[in-house]
């Protein structure tokens, strides 16, 4: 199973910036995508971004588009978050889809997950 390890999360003011990473290991051949997802105190986990493993086609919620960016390099998947809000503080989580089908936008898509970092923006 694909091992999935986040990093990069912390404090940011609102306007500001953040770039989280999580870095995908044992039997990344097996990847077709990767998202990223968050969770919220008391609120349901939602997605955030998707990135297809080969090609690199990626897809996003609407309240994240032109703010978030989702990229590859190698066997790291970024997310790139500016012009923080306060709304954005959550748990982030990277997923990892290793068969063909689901839909991305939902968590029943993804194989393996990992340990989840936290994001907080203050106004």
């Known amino acids: 199973q694909v091992e999935l390890l986040e990093s990069g999360g912390g404090l940011a003011q609102a306007g500001g910036s953040l770039r989280l990473s999580c870095e995908a290991s044992s039997l990344t051949s097996n990847i077709y995508g990767m998202g990223w997802f968050r969770q919220a105190p008391g609120k349901e986990r939602e997605f955030v971004a998707h990135?297809?493993?080969?090609?690199?086609i990626d897809y996003y919620t609407d309240s994240v588009k032109r703010r978030f960016t989702i990229s590859r390099e190698r066997n790291t998947v970024y997310l790139q978050m500016n012009s923080l809000r306060p709304d954005d503080s959550a748990v982030y989580y990277c997923g990892a889809r290793a068969h063909i089908g689901g839909i991305v936008d939902e968590m029943s898509a993804y194989d393996a997950w990992g340990q989840g970092t936290p994001v907080t923006v203050s106004s």
């Open positions: 990135i297809m493993w080969n090609n690199g």
